[in-house]
């Protein structure tokens, strides 16, 4: 019984050895298509394929790229999951040429299988991102209501704004300075020029630094940006000219600190403690030290006007602050407080297209909402059918747009 | 022409910058890029005007012993003897950004690392004590907005507890009961009452369905953080871009002068 067992034994081992040596025969990946990457900078080609009908045993795929049809292929890509299409972008590769490409499926014991070779492709640069057509649209609308309300801002000069309790506080904090003889501390965050935010803040320090000059009050800004501290500087000298104090303009108040967060914050900080300023502005870009900043100038009891576009940040200065410009508002200080016209027409086409942009959310919703409830309703043909796809497709692409805009 | 030509230059770059951005071909394509990449190195060198703005601040005030002088020399032996400890590695290894500086005492990493990062790490962790505090005067129920902002941080943070929904729950119906009373006495009799029968409900609630309290905590905090939260970020957002975008126009245009200064 034994050496039956063992003369079957002997038997069976060769077999097995046999059937792990032959390779498994894989089928290739198929539909291998190429095409020149749309709407870039040429030097990119976007390839995509199916999966092989083996894919279960396939351990690998690689692609390969060659510039003529005939070869030599080398190896730019290999994935070790199932993947269907890959964007060649390699520095290499150069506009106007011809390119070829292959997949390559490997299995076990290095058994592969290449599909058809796909090719020529040329890359190209585009002179028109058309994927951007829903900004240059939105653009347009925009720029063509701004030109439109300035025109009318021209003419009505008594243009209504909703009041801005934080801009309209500028006066009395300032005031309020002055009275308690302490000064004022204006803190542009750590944003730089760059930022819009920082520039609508400049405009705000300039009404400020205005006041202060004819209250006769001290005005410290501590920097972080060595470039913002410069506008800074012009903006408060140029303040106190129109105040027709310029005797009163001190650079030495206008000082950068540190171009370090955490830094700035304990300067700032530092100064707070130390001057006790009566009223404090903290306008422009904040991020982690906006709720050091705030509560430290609430410990010193100064009267804090805070603005930001960091929506991260705003919960903390609506907590921490008498006052807060929340976002947009930031952005309508010089209109507000100039009443230029101009400003005050570019202010209402802001609206205007916040308006359309509120109807697009709408409309968005409502064809979205119908589109699914038609979805659970209609069957496989008809008009339900028909207008489903219509609704489905059509809020496809509104939020398509919207996203893109 | 001072005022003139800053606007110029404003406006010629600013229309090109969106003309590009429409045109991916190069040399348009990276254009915006290499801008920034211009902008970083003419921002290093004002660092410069900063370092020379900083100098002169402080030696006035040490030179002159003027109030609080002592902190001057503080930043100045700061500065300078961080520029002393970059230049020995610097004279060491041929480089300041050498790792091997951060085991010797007075190397730049050195200093970097047992310096400045707890420096910034204390700073940091302030930030935790003023949350508590900003917490504390935000949540005060004195108003109807301010009540509702307490419930609905009550309510995120039970749902974010891993247990003890239930206890955490019913001092949460206890607090409202006792908001209640007291704006009861403060003659406000409606909101007192209201906030009373709040706080009864919610205990008789969770008292009476448990289970369903824990269940559903999580979910309520995911709808409070989901939905109302959400739409206004989104709201602000949605006014902050637009916001944004006016200005620039604005600053393109040259109908944005504040940045500017005519002295």
Redesign the interface.
């Known amino acids: 019984m034994v050496l039956v067992y063992l003369t079957a034994l002997l038997f069976a081992q060769p077999v097995s050895d046999a059937n792990a040596a032959t390779p498994v025969v894989l089928r290739p990946v198929e539909n291998l298509r190429t095409q020149d990457t749309p709407?870039?900078?040429?030097q990119s080609i976007d390839l995509s394929w199916k999966l092989s009908p083996d894919s279960a045993r396939v351990k690998r795929y690689e692609v390969y790229r060659a510039q003529s049809a005939k070869g030599p292929f080398e190896k730019i890509v290999e994935f070790l999951v199932p993947t269907t299409a890959y964007t060649d972008a390699d520095t290499l590769l150069r506009n106007k040429k011809d390119y070829y490409y292959r997949v390559d499926v490997v299995g076990e014991l290095e058994s592969r299988a290449s599909c058809e070779i796909a090719g020529p492709v040329q890359t190209k640069?585009?002179?028109?991102?058309t994927n951007?057509i829903p900004?240059?649209v939105f653009?347009l609308v925009?720029?063509l209501l701004?030109i439109l309300y300035?025109e009318f801002a021209k003419r009505d000069r008594e243009m209504f704004v909703r009041r801005i309790a934080g801009l309209d506080a500028i006066d009395e904090a300032v005031g309020r300075s002055t009275e308690m003889g302490k000064p004022i501390l204006f803190s542009f965050g750590i944003g730089?020029?760059?930022d819009?935010a920082t520039?609508?803040a400049?405009?705000i320090l300039?009404r400020v630094a205005r006041r202060a000059a004819e209250y006769e009050t001290r005005i410290l800004v501590p920097?972080y940006?060595?470039?913002v501290?410069?506008?800074a500087q012009?903006?408060v000298?140029?303040a106190f000219?129109e105040a027709g104090r310029p005797d009163l303009y001190q650079e030495?108040d206008i000082?950068?600190?540190t171009?370090?967060?955490?830094?700035y914050?304990?300067g700032v900080n530092?100064i707070m403690l130390?001057e006790k300023p009566g009223t404090v502005f903290l306008q422009g870009v904040f991020y982690?030290?906006a709720?050091?900043l705030?509560?430290?100038a609430?410990s010193v009891g100064a009267i804090q006007i805070a603005g930001t576009?960091m929506?991260t940040q705003?919960p903390?200065f609506?907590?921490?602050c008498d006052y807060t410009l929340?976002?947009?508002e930031?952005?309508?200080a010089?209109a507000y407080l100039?009443r230029?016209p101009?400003?005050l027409g570019?202010?209402k086409?802001?609206d205007i297209?916040?308006l359309i942009?509120v109807g697009l959310i709408v409309v968005v919703s409502v064809v979205g909402t119908i589109g699914a409830v038609l979805t659970s309703i209609s069957g496989e043909s008809g008009i339900l059918r028909s207008l489903t796809e219509f609704f489905n497709s059509g809020f496809e692409r509104l939020v398509s747009f919207l996203t893109t805009s | 022409m001072k005022r003139t030509l800053p606007l110029i230059i404003t406006f010629l770059a600013g229309v090109f910058v969106?003309v590009t951005?429409?045109?991916?071909?190069?040399p348009f394509?990276?254009l915006e890029q290499r801008m920034?990449v211009w902008?970083s190195i003419?921002?290093g060198f004002?660092?410069?005007?900063?370092?020379d703005?900083?100098i002169?601040?402080h030696t006035?005030k040490v030179a002159r012993r003027e109030?609080?002088w002592f902190?001057s020399l503080v930043t100045l032996f700061g500065l300078f003897g961080t520029l002393a400890a970059g230049i020995v590695t610097w004279a060491k290894y041929g480089t300041p950004l050498e790792l091997a500086s951060l085991n010797e005492v007075g190397g730049f990493f050195w200093v970097y690392k047992w310096i400045?990062v707890p420096?910034?790490g204390t700073?940091?962790a302030?930030?935790a004590f003023?949350?508590a505090?900003?917490?504390y005067?935000?949540f005060r129920a004195r108003t109807f907005d301010a009540t509702l902002l307490l419930i609905a941080a009550i309510l995120v943070m039970i749902g974010r507890l891993s247990m003890g929904v239930v206890p955490a729950t019913l001092v949460l119906a206890v607090l409202l009961v006792a908001a209640g009373i007291h704006r009861l006495l403060i003659r406000k009799p409606v909101f007192g009452a209201v906030l009373a029968a709040l706080g009864v409900g919610l205990g008789v609630l969770v008292l009476a369905f448990p289970q369903d309290a824990i269940r559903l905590a999580p979910q309520v905090q995911e709808w409070l953080m989901s939905v109302p939260q959400t739409a206004a970020?989104r709201g602000?957002?949605?006014?902050?871009t637009?916001?944004?975008?006016?200005?620039?126009?604005?600053?393109i245009l040259g109908?944005?002068r504040?940045?500017i200064?005519?002295?």
């Open positions: 709407n870039d900078a040429g640069p585009e002179w028109f991102n951007r900004v240059l653009a925009y720029g701004l300035i730089y020029l760059t819009v520039l609508a400049l405009s300039r920097n940006d060595p470039i501290m410069t506008a012009e903006t000298k140029q000219s030495g000082t950068f600190l171009a370090d967060q955490f830094g914050a304990a530092g130390r982690a030290e709720l050091i705030a509560e430290t609430h576009n929506a705003l903390f609506i907590a921490a929340i976002g947009e930031l952005f309508a010089s100039d230029d101009q400003l570019s202010l086409s802001e297209a916040k942009t | 969106v951005f429409f045109i991916p071909r190069e394509g990276s920034l902008y003419l921002g004002t660092l410069l005007l900063g370092i703005s900083l002169k601040h006035r109030k609080d902190y400045m420096l910034q700073m940091f302030l930030l003023f949350i505090s900003a917490a005067r935000a970020r602000i957002l949605i006014g902050v637009l916001g944004t975008i006016a200005m620039s126009i604005r600053i109908i944005e504040t940045y200064s005519s002295t």
